[in-house]
């Protein structure tokens, strides 16, 4: 699991990135979600992989950013429940998955999850330059009114931590 989603993921980013920086632009998108940003009881290295990725498309940004190659982009993705091979996985096992996470699997094999056409318009956007406006670094959910996200971005209006990973200081 960690050497797909997390070793995976930093090969392609790594190559993906050294073609982009010759051509001057290019977008780079990565799905994360799946316990990234919240724990996931009895599924800890996928949600640690998923974390771990959205942790690495933020310091590539930031790298990107510093190095001055602000027209190559790094984002991820939360596509929202999609039926795969895991769903039915989970449902299989549901006594190991946990209840929680077999109603979640249920739901997404009866609704038939997320849209794909969801998961393609932010796919086009994240894209599209004139639309995103370069927002690097960030983590959207395909439900996320990322277009509006985007457009406060070009006065320098983002929120800083909106779309990232970050510790709340303990009061």
Do not use: W
């Amino acid at each position: 699991t960690l050497e797909t989603n997390l070793l995976g993921a930093f090969v392609i980013t790594k190559c993906a990135v050294a073609s982009m920086i010759a051509t001057g632009s290019g977008s780079i998108i990565h799905f994360s979600g799946g316990g990234a940003a919240h724990g996931r009881p009895n599924f800890s290295a996928y949600a640690a992989s998923k974390a771990g990725l959205l942790r690495l498309v933020e310091t590539v940004a930031q790298e990107l950013a510093l190095a001055g190659y602000t027209d190559v982009i790094i984002n991820a993705i939360a596509p929202g429940g999609v039926r795969t091979a895991m769903t039915d996985e989970v449902l299989r096992h549901a006594e190991r998955a946990g209840a929680a996470e077999a109603a979640a699997a249920a739901e997404v094999r009866q609704s038939g999850g997320t849209p794909p056409t969801l998961i393609v318009s932010l796919v086009d956007f994240l894209c599209d330059r004139s639309s995103n406006k370069g927002v690097s670094g960030r983590l959207f959910h395909v439900k996320d009114d990322y277009a509006r996200f985007a457009s406060q971005g070009d006065g320098g209006e983002l929120p800083e931590d909106a779309g990232r990973l970050r510790r709340i200081p303990l009061p």
